[in-house]
């Protein structure tokens, strides 16, 4: 790692998280549509997984916070999805992770920051096998080998939640559904790590009552009893399913958030999504995405107007999702349009609300941003102490979200330029 004079870079240590505080209906239909489908939306004629132990051997341009937070899933997976997963340095291996350059991965898929493929062991061979029949999910009876690509050259947030969700999908279920509020199978990506839920899903999926080959009607005719067994709690009988998500809607956000497209185009394609979620009365996370995606798009064409759609979202997702990671994400842009409108009294109110979240679910780019937007209050309330403290806190969380030294001084120097007695102009 390059020298730098920034503190020590932190990172997060494995936690165990609880099984999901819903029914089990809900959770076999969740299932199922997570497993026999693809995010493009076309069907899988079967289920396929691993058979016996499966091995996982790291290659490429790989970093000691990669290694430590490989470690960690592994044991998690071992634990809490009763998964008999194990790391290899040598031989052959089920699951191969390299760590390539993000030109290497925009060149294989333009569109991906990361992504799995089945029957191949490293980015090479997938470039010449793209297209090909063994790449090809739906053509699969079984899994016996597959690659994971992600990008070396980003931050080490960027590296785990790439880690944590491919390797999820590596092994488990393909799809992400935006209807659900509590896992990485989504793609609005406000859960970095897996969930409880996610953990529940994996341990299903590899439960002995199941196996490769079977049929959706197959698996749903016994996933009943896996989940009761799995999950006794989940035997209630409030059953409240949210309605499927119009193929409409995604694409718009897609169009909203992509990497590519015109200011204009975003903007649009994100005003589309609300409608849509309003013509649908959602109320849930979903109407609260909506708006928060018109807050991004309009952040800085019309602030004023950014920050209405970010209390909306802030509204909605208290709401809906009361205990994740969602508001959050919201305090941030939030706080910063406080401090800059000259309110650091509120934008300190906001930061202090969330901070303990953006730790709770491991999110290291919410919550030294929210430290940053917290020393520049106390500064401005001319509490130097306070944030000179809450400025070095931020640090080494910031290193870990953001990743280079000189990453880290830019977001500081944004969030100063927050603060209305660091504007000369």
């Known amino acids: 790692m390059a020298e730098t004079s920034l503190p020590p870079?932190?990172?997060?240590?494995?936690r165990q998280e609880a099984l999901p505080n819903?029914?089990?209906?809900?959770i076999a239909r969740d299932f199922l549509d997570l497993t026999f489908s693809l995010e493009s939306g076309r069907s899988l004629p079967v289920m396929t997984r691993f058979e016996g132990p499966i091995t996982v051997k790291l290659e490429g341009r790989t970093t000691a916070t990669l290694r430590?937070?490989?470690?960690?899933?592994?044991?998690?997976?071992?634990?809490e999805a009763d998964i008999d997963i194990r790391q290899i340095s040598e031989g052959r291996a089920n699951v191969t992770i390299q760590a390539v350059s993000k030109s290497d991965i925009k060149r294989a898929l333009p569109h991906a920051a990361c992504f799995v493929v089945p029957n191949v062991t490293s980015i090479s061979e997938y470039r010449r096998a793209r297209g090909a029949a063994r790449t090809d999910w739906a053509g699969l009876t079984r899994r016996d080998q597959l690659a994971i690509f992600l990008p070396y050259d980003t931050s080490p947030q960027d590296m785990r939640d790439c880690l944590h969700e491919e390797?999820?999908?590596?092994?488990?279920?393909?799809n992400d559904l935006y209807r659900l509020d509590d896992s990485v199978f989504n793609d609005d990506n406000f859960h970095v790590t897996l969930t409880g839920f996610d953990m529940l899903v994996l341990r299903a999926y590899y439960d002995p009552s199941l196996r490769n080959g079977m049929t959706q009607l197959q698996v749903a005719?016994?996933?009943?009893?896996?989940l009761n067994r799995l999950n006794p709690k989940g035997n209630h009988g409030r059953i409240a399913p949210l309605t499927r998500t119009p193929r409409a809607w995604i694409d718009a956000v897609q169009d909203a958030l992509g990497p590519t497209g015109s200011a204009g185009k975003r903007i649009a394609a994100a005003n589309a999504a609300l409608n849509i979620a309003k013509s649908?009365?959602?109320?849930?996370?979903?109407?609260?995405?909506?708006?928060?995606?018109?807050?991004?798009?309009?952040?800085?064409?019309?602030?004023?107007?950014?920050?209405?759609?970010?209390?909306?979202?802030?509204?909605?997702?208290?709401?809906?999702?009361?205990?994740?990671?969602?508001?959050a994400a919201v305090a941030g842009p939030r706080a910063a349009f406080a401090l800059a409108s000259g309110d650091p009294k509120t934008a300190l109110k906001i930061v202090d609300r969330h901070i303990s979240s953006?730790?709770?679910f491991q999110n290291a780019i919410h919550l030294s941003s929210l430290l940053m937007i917290k020393a520049e209050a106390h500064d401005a309330l001319g509490e130097n102490a306070a944030a000179q403290a809450a400025r070095l806190d931020s640090l080494g969380w910031a290193r870990y979200g953001f990743g280079p030294e000189w990453i880290v001084r830019a977001k500081l120097r944004e969030v100063a330029l927050l603060n209305p007695t660091n504007r000369t102009n």
Not at 167 to 174: N, V
Request: without cysteine.
């Open 9 to 14: 870079l932190k990172s997060f240590r494995a």
């Open 167 to 174: 390797l999820a999908q590596a092994i488990g279920p393909l």
């Open 68 to 79: 430590s937070d490989l470690s960690q899933l592994i044991g998690r997976l071992r634990k």
């Open 280 to 327: 649908q009365g959602w109320t849930d996370h979903r109407r609260a995405f909506s708006h928060y995606m018109n807050g991004r798009v309009q952040q800085f064409r019309d602030p004023r107007l950014a920050d209405q759609h970010y209390r909306l979202a802030d509204q909605y997702f208290q709401a809906a999702t009361p205990n994740g990671p969602h508001r």
């Open 358 to 360: 953006a730790e709770r």
């Open 221 to 226: 005719e016994r996933l009943p009893g896996i």
């Open 22 to 26: 819903r029914s089990n209906a809900d």
